[in-house]
């Protein structure tokens, strides 16, 4: 194969309302985690649902938007990137992992009302 592709495309709820900041360079981060729902039957035929929460970070001007528009509980089209990064645990050297989705695209998909709605 020639190439590589890391492409995420989620549509779930946000959890809590996003975190905005700055970084010292000036530029904006939000970070909030969505849930998407998974809907299976199991080996003995009982209708099963899995919860996952996914770690969403933005950056820039869709980060202020983020930070401005979106609110725990509405539901958004996400497309980006995995990241995951690694440390060692301080305490008990441990290695750890954290998973994010770096997004660069979000629209929203309420429809409730005339400002909600619209890609970004």
């Known amino acids: ?3 590589s592709v890391n492409k995420v495309i989620l549509v779930g709820r946000l959890g809590k309302d996003p975190e905005l900041r700055s970084i010292p360079s000036g530029t904006s981060v939000a970070k909030f985690s ?5 809907r299976f039957t199991d080996k003995a035929g009982e209708k099963q649902e899995r919860t996952e929460w996914h770690n969403i970070v933005v950056w820039g001007k869709l980060a202020e938007i983020c930070g401005q ?3 725990k509980g509405k539901l958004v089209y996400i497309e980006g990137s995995i990241r995951t990064d690694s440390w060692d645990d ?3 050297g441990v290695k750890k992992y954290r998973t994010e989705i ?3 695209t979000m629209q929203m998909l309420d429809k409730k009302g005339d400002d909600e709605g619209g890609g970004y």
């Not at 969505?34 to 998974?38: R, Y």
């Open 1 to 3: 194969m020639a190439g």
């Open 34 to 38: 969505i849930a998407t729902d998974d």
């Open 69 to 71: 528009y979106l609110r």
């Open 90 to 92: 301080k305490e008990t």
């Open 102 to 104: 770096i997004a660069n």
